[in-house]
């Protein structure tokens, strides 16, 4: 009887349908006047839906009716639409505002709807500067960000900060993927060489953010998505060249879409430069391969990239003398020979490779439920030499011997410091889109494998050991695991609330022991809630004001644990309040947004202005401590042919009561300054395009006065600085045996300013009987000069 009714039933909707009046809506969808492939259409609020086929055409049978369609391809576009006849309706995705992200990293990225402050790199903006300089370097020029380079000419290793979190608080995402060093925290742009020709869009989000995978973001997050598939065959040989023997060259190609539904990339790259700063050369291969297969619902990409560099070391930096005499000087690997000649070392140098895999899936159900899952693998192996110069032997684990009747301890000696590690683990996440809802469930799990050792491979006067044993060999392993839910609700059509609940697990072991001999065995569990929340109310079309709340959590980090066991100290997981208000105001010739933050740490982390042997950055919990600031940036059309693009950011960052040992007892310094957190940051660009595919850009960056320790003493302060770059970007259409040819130009630091963007700062006690505690503290610093005038230029020619 059931199956009888549910047969009339059906045929009885059937008859009803049938009467109803139906009509065609159909079109093209292009982007850059070419059509746009198996691009996603849905009707708002129902299951209907559709893709454009091969030739970016797409065709629905509506009844009559008010609809929404939204049309997405990398980018998404809402357009309304009204039917009551059979509509024939292109639509461009040319110029649209919101860069929603590729559906791989959909769970991370912030939205206009999302009341975070945030700034989307695409692809566009990328390729008119990507002439070989590192990620930090293109992104230079954004809110609040501060970048520096140790060889001083963005390439090699170069770093960056927002709002004054270094690169260990900023949490850095590939496709979803985890890419920050587990156990560092750390995010190593050197390998990543060339990746910048591999990128699609790149956000970088202010302050703690959405949740994400891996170590949580804690100053900022770098979401980057590489290229999507290009549905036609494509290739490109890019080549540049510019001072201090940079030179760049690149393949990228495409299969194009085969089979209507297979595609395969890749790009092959050599970078190479001497460096501004003495010896500080680069030397990196890098690769990039992609193969994805796209359906009407699902689509899958297999990719691969990696990286071998060969650095030589320019950690050490200068002091003020050596920056007034030669800025360019660089003390690794000094040594002198018996007869009084300083020499250099030609092989202390850092060495490492590094493989990415990832497996990524997307499966769209109907216009309501998707979901993403995400298998991956990282294989980093690497070591840095180094020359020591009447090294003690017995901190090289090698005995003392006598010769000539002369007990010898110390030995001039070469030493290699290994890190052999894996890194692998899934994420996932699982999306419900259904009229004022948006609601999304992920998370991931992770475990990361190291191994930490150290070899002496040539001594002058010891017998080394061969084959050579590990003078210190420290395991780790460490697991991280994150579950989290985020909910966006729009209670009416100008308010919308925003919830976002995470949980975080880590667990942390090394055995063994580390330099010197000393054993460091931690053995740390840590639970994380980190809860978010927050509105965005829209009083007009073109205003937006939102508010929200996040809490976050950091644990320490392996150098952490290491400095606390050389001073005998504790060292505490940190936590943060982050509260963000913003206006956003958007007209066609006008976008401005304003973001005010607070962010209050307990147990900051916080540089201390030192560093280790290897370069890094020290680290102390310092308490209370917080972030306070204003951000603005702005997007100025004056005309068609002219824009301006300036940013600022002005901040107080302050330790609450810091106290610390000084001049042999500990003091009280008061509320200080946070270390390297200067208070004003700001940028501009004004865009100038006078003829057709001519675009010049002019490029400014101002950094205000910033201390390099904690203590706000004068031998630790870095001067402000205001540097410009001109960026000229040439493309010949159709030209002879080419599709395109692109020429770019860049002139970096255009005024020849002697700027120093990084250092360190360092203190020591001796005897002074002339002071009540008999002992004074000493202070000295280390700067790392950035380069003067210097030039590039591209030309990349497309096929």
Known sequence: MRIVLFL???????IVSAQEETYVLSGEISRNEKPVPYAQISIEGTKMGTLSDQNGKYRLKLKKGDYNLVVTSGNTKKVEVFLNKDTRLNISLDGVEENLEEVFIQALRATKKTPIAYTNLEEDEIEERNL??????????????????????????????????????????????????????????VNLSDMASSIESLQLQRGVGTSTNGAGAFGASINIATKDFSEKAYAELSNSYGSFNTHKHTLNFSTGLFNQHWEISG????????????????????????????DENTKIKAITFGNKEKTYQAWYGIDANQLKEDRRYNPAGEYTT?????????????????????????????????????????????????????????????????????????????????????????????????????????????????????????????QNKEPYVPYYDNDAVKTDANLYTKISYALNNK???????????????????????????????????????????????????????????????????????????????????????????????????????????????????????????????????????????ASIKLTNTLSLHPNVAISKNQNRDFKTRFDGELQNFGNTEIAFSPSVVAANAIRFSPVKNLQINWLSKYVGEQYMSNLEREASRLDDYFINDLNLQYVWEKPPFFNEIVFTGLVNNI???????????????????????????????????????????????KF
């Open 8 to 14: 009339v039933g059906l045929i009885s909707a059937s």
């Open 338 to 462: 018996d007869e009084g000649v300083v020499k250099y070392y030609d092989n202390q140098t850092d060495n490492y490779w590094q493989d990415h895999y990832q497996l990524l899936w997307n499966q769209t159900y109907d216009s309501r439920w998707s979901s993403n899952f995400a298998l991956h693998y990282t294989r980093g192996k690497g070591y840095y030499e180094e020359f020591q110069e009447d090294a003690s032997l017995n901190d090289y684990n090698l005995p003392s011997f006598t010769a000539n009747g002369e007990l010898v301890e110390t030995s001039d000696l070469i030493n290699t410091k290994w890190l052999d590690n894996h890194f692998y683990g899934t994420t996932f996440s699982v999306q419900y889109n259904f009229k004022r809802i948006n609601a999304l469930i992920g998370g991931g799990a992770n475990r990361y494998e190291g191994d930490h050792f150290g070899e002496v491979i040539y001594t002058r006067f010891a």
């Open 132 to 189: 070989g300089q590192d990620i930090p370097v293109l992104m230079g020029y954004m809110p609040g960000v501060v970048m520096t380079s140790d060889a001083g000419a963005g390439i090699g290793y170069t770093s960056l900060r927002v709002r004054g979190s270094d690169a260990s608080r900023t949490n850095v995402t590939i496709n979803g993927i985890p890419y920050n060093d587990a156990e560092s925290q750390g995010s190593f742009w």
């Open 751 to 797: 005024f020849n300013v002697k700027y120093v963007s990084n250092g360190y700062y360092f203190n020591y006690e001796v005897e002074n009987t002339n002071i009540p505690s008999g002992l004074e503290t000493l202070e000295g610093a280390g700067y790392y000069p950035q380069a003067t005038i210097n030039f590039l230029f591209g030309i990349n020619l």
């Open 495 to 633: 308010l919308n609330t925003y919830i976002d609940l995470q949980g975080r697990w880590i667990g942390y072991e090394t055995n063994g022991a580390i330099e010197e001999g000393i054993p460091l065995g931690v053995d740390e569990q840590y639970s994380f809630f980190n809860p978010k929340f927050g509105l965005t109310y829209q009083p007009a079309e073109d205003h937006q004001l939102y508010f929200s709340y996040a809490k976050a959590h950091r644990e320490p980090s392996r150098s952490d644990f290491e400095n606390a066991l050389f001073n005998n100290a504790d060292v505490e997981p940190e936590s943060l309040d982050d509260f963000e208000w913003g206006w956003r105001w958007q007209t066609p010739k006008l976008v401005l947004n304003a973001n005010f933050y607070y962010m209050n740490y307990k147990n900051q982390l916080v540089l201390t202005g030192e560093i280790d042997a290897e370069g890094g950055a020290v680290r102390e919990n310092v308490g209370d401590s917080y972030r306070a600031g204003i951000e603005l940036d």
């Open 267 to 294: 790009r092959a790259s050599v970078l190479e430069s001497d460096g501004y700063i003495d010896r500080a050369s680069s030397s990196m291969r890098s690769y990039f391969l992609q193969a994805a297969f796209i």
